[in-house]
């Protein structure tokens, strides 16, 4: 199978305690890898949505489209796990669309595969259950943020938490994922550099 599980195999070693290399490898035999060249789709919407993906490298986002509108909904990175899991788990049409940013490569495994490691590895409905909350979490925090922070806060928490997204994802998509035009990403951007020259400026008269 070679370096492509290296890094997925270091994922599910972390979640799953119990897993031992026999495991391991009847779950890597089921295993898929698949590659993306930038700009294609990974899942449409009227698709059912059948694997748990973890990315190797590449970036991946998931968004609505409204009116004629892209809404963002997040972005995925290297070494994350993403799907949509309604879809996945009720094997129901997504709503989503789910795009590759940049040349992607991931690991996936399928539902069936999921299935028949619960039924035949100890332990997996642990890893698949970890999962799950992973996800979950993901989800609710997005939601919470939305809610509860403004536009500034989430870009500023954005450049916080994933600052090489800035420079990887169009500003349009940025703004979008932030819940706010292009013109007012570029308002707080600039509000952002101007606290920030005058915080040197204060600093280096002391």
Request: with cysteine; aromatic share 12%.
């Amino acid at each position: 199978m070679g370096d492509k599980f290296e890094k997925v195999k270091t994922f599910y070693f972390s979640l799953w305690p119990s897993l031992n290399e026999d495991n391991w490898s009847t779950f890597e035999k089921r295993l898929i890898v698949k590659k993306y060249e930038k700009g294609n789709y990974i899942l449409r919407p009227g698709e059912v949505c059948n694997c748990i993906s973890f990315i190797n490298h590449g970036l991946v986002r998931s968004y609505y489209l409204v009116d004629g509108r892209e809404i963002t909904t997040n972005f995925f990175v290297e070494d994350s796990v993403f799907s949509n899991y309604q879809s996945f788990l009720s094997r129901t049409p997504s709503l989503l669309y789910t795009d590759v940013l940049e040349d992607t490569e991931v690991i996936d495994v399928d539902y069936d595969s999921l299935q028949y490691a619960y039924e035949n590895i100890p332990d997996s409905e642990r890893v698949g259950r970890l999962v799950a909350e992973q996800l979950y979490i993901l989800l609710s925090a997005r939601n919470a943020s939305l809610l509860m922070e403004s536009p500034e806060q989430r870009y500023i928490k954005v450049l916080q938490e994933k600052p090489d997204l800035i420079r990887r994802v169009p500003q349009y998509m940025v703004a979008s994922y932030l819940g706010i035009t292009p013109e007012a990403l570029s308002r707080i951007r600039s509000r952002i550099s101007k606290r920030n020259a005058e915080l040197l400026t204060d600093t280096a008269s002391r």
